[in-house]
């Protein structure tokens, strides 16, 4: 076979075309910082990515949804420490009013502070977390709870309101006005309407029948806060587990698709010897030619 001029030229822009071809893909992932940006650059890695892209896109609506039920979860756990700490307060006034030495003056005032104190509760029990009432249940557009004078209506329903913190995992953020008024003794306002009645009416006896119910109205508040507390620690170990897989998928995600820099400049730099060794065998063979001989 004769090599003419015209094969050997040939031949050397190929390899010169597929040379720049090669540096400016390399360029283009350095500058992208992806190697894979398109199905034809690897399928396998390519759908690999976007499966998990869709794995971390639902984690952090997850992570998204636990935060904010952390956020009013312990908005409400707050509320209950309050609630209970104010049914103990009732309390030390039922044991001082239960006591003979007192008067009915002094029993009276002791009603005034169960009132005021009752009122805390409930105005507690009506927080808002934006728009919605935390105690409210699912029907947390309306107050929970209504005062007229020591009646309290109880408007909300028995149904929590969730999160949902992972595929078929739903999450209690709160407690809702049913649970926390229906103690063992009966409805916790009336109870506390009670105790009011027989301070205003000088009445011992009746404080002190009504002392063991107390015990069981603030264990049962107790109670409910521990259980919302449980809540809150099992959202706050699902986002630290969300965290970690998180990590994962997206170091999974990058090793399929990111540009390796190191890989990259270091076949840039094979390229661009080859390149420039082309070029200077390319000068070096067009001199010889019939006319340097003429």
Known sequence: MRVTQKIIFNNFMRDVNKNRSEMAEIQSDLSNGKEVRVPSQGPVDFQSSRVLEADLKKVEQFQSNISSGLRQGRLAQETMDGVVDNLMNIKNDMVQGSSDSLGAQERESLADEVAGIRSQIVDSLNVQYGDRYLFAGTNSGEKP????????????????????????????????????????VGDMFTFLEDVETALRNNNGNDLNNLLEDSDQVINHVTDLTSKLGDNINRMDFMFEQYESTKITQESDISELVDTNYAQAFSDMQRTQVAYESAMAVHSKMFENTLLNYI
């Open 145 to 184: 709870f209504d005062q007229a004078g020591a009646t309290v209506t109880n408007n909300s329903n028995n149904k929590s309101p969730h999160v949902v913190a992972g595929d078929g995992v739903e999450i209690d953020i709160s407690i809702t006005g049913q649970e926390i008024a229906n103690t063992p």
